[in-house]
C-alpha cells in the first residue's frame, strides 16, 4: 500500500511565504509525475504546479513567477515553495503522486491536503 503524507501549510500575512512537503511512502516501485492542486471554498480543484521524473515543470499563470515545485527522488518526496503569497491563493493545498506500486500499473495517489491561509 501507498501513502502520501503532506505537512507545511499554515497561516500567512500577504508577501509571506510558505513550504509544503508531500513524502510518499509504502510500497514504491517508481515514481512519475509529482505535482499540487488546490481546491478553495466554492471552487473547483486546480491544478498549481507538476514536475515530471525528467525535471520538467508546469506552473498555473496564477503562481508563475511566485511557486516553486521541486523533488527528491531520493526522499520519494515533493515540495512547493511559495513566494509573494496572496489572500487568493487561500485554499486546501493537495499533492498528487502518479506511480507504481509494486508490481501494479501506474496509478494516482492524493494526499490528505493542507491548509494555506493568507490573510490580507
Known amino acids: 500500500q501507498v501513502h502520501l503524507v503532506e505537512s507545511g501549510g499554515g497561516l500567512v500575512q500577504a508577501g509571506g511565504s510558505l513550504r509544503l512537503s508531500c513524502e510518499a511512502a509504502g510500497r514504491i516501485f517508481s515514481i512519475n509525475v509529482m505535482g499540487w492542486f488546490r481546491q478553495a471554498p466554492g471552487k473547483q480543484r486546480e491544478l498549481v504546479a507538476t514536475?515530471?521524473?525528467?525535471?520538467?515543470?508546469s506552473y498555473a499563470d496564477s503562481v508563475k513567477g511566485r511557486f516553486a515545485i521541486s523533488r527528491d527522488n531520493d526522499k520519494n518526496t515533493v515540495y512547493l515553495q511559495m513566494n509573494s503569497l496572496k489572500p487568493e491563493d487561500t485554499a486546501l493545498y493537495y499533492c498528487?503522486?502518479?506511480?507504481?506500486?509494486?508490481?501494479?500499473?501506474?496509478?494516482?495517489?492524493w494526499g490528505q491536503g493542507t491548509q494555506v491561509t493568507v490573510s490580507s
Open positions: 514536475m515530471s521524473s525528467a525535471g520538467s515543470t
Open positions: 498528487n503522486i502518479k506511480l507504481r506500486s509494486g508490481m501494479l500499473p501506474s496509478d494516482s495517489y
